[in-house]
């Protein structure tokens, strides 16, 4: 059984950070592109980072650059999503997902580009 599953949410204070996995059963991640998605109460999904197959980051929000990058260990066969510098607007359920796999690149940030997902982690930004 091909899964995602997240881990790594919580409750933080503005300024702090968290670092989020994604650990994947059932495939190896080495030849997908893995993404985070989140939304928050009221809001689309929308798409925060990618890192493809060779290791290159897309960024697919403005609002995280220079605060958030993603990693992948291929020999744990997970991805991680490090967040910095936190602000309440933050606060969302992370979704990481993968692509079909063998691009070259990270697929466009539409949920349909991407085949698997997690069932998500809550990240709370208060203080």
């Known amino acids: 059984q091909l899964q995602l599953v997240e881990s790594g949410g919580g409750l933080v204070q503005p300024g702090g950070s968290l670092r989020l996995s994604c650990a994947a059963s059932?495939?190896?991640?080495?030849?997908?592109?893995i993404g985070w998605f989140r939304q928050a109460p009221g809001k689309e999904r929308e798409g925060v980072l990618c890192?493809?197959?060779?290791?290159?980051?897309?960024n697919y929000a403005d609002s995280v650059k220079g605060r958030f990058t993603i990693s992948r260990d291929n020999a744990k066969n997970t991805v991680y999503l490090q967040m910095n510098s936190l602000k309440p607007e933050d606060t969302a359920v992370y979704y990481c997902?993968?692509?079909?796999?063998?691009?070259?690149?990270?697929?466009?940030?539409?949920?349909?580009?991407?085949?698997?997902w997690g069932q998500g982690t809550q990240v709370t930004v208060s203080s």
């Open positions: 059932g495939f190896t991640l080495d030849y997908h592109a």
């Open positions: 890192i493809s197959s060779s290791g290159g980051s897309t």
């Open positions: 997902a993968a692509d079909l796999g063998y691009g070259s690149s990270c697929p466009a940030p539409i949920i349909y580009e991407y085949a698997y």
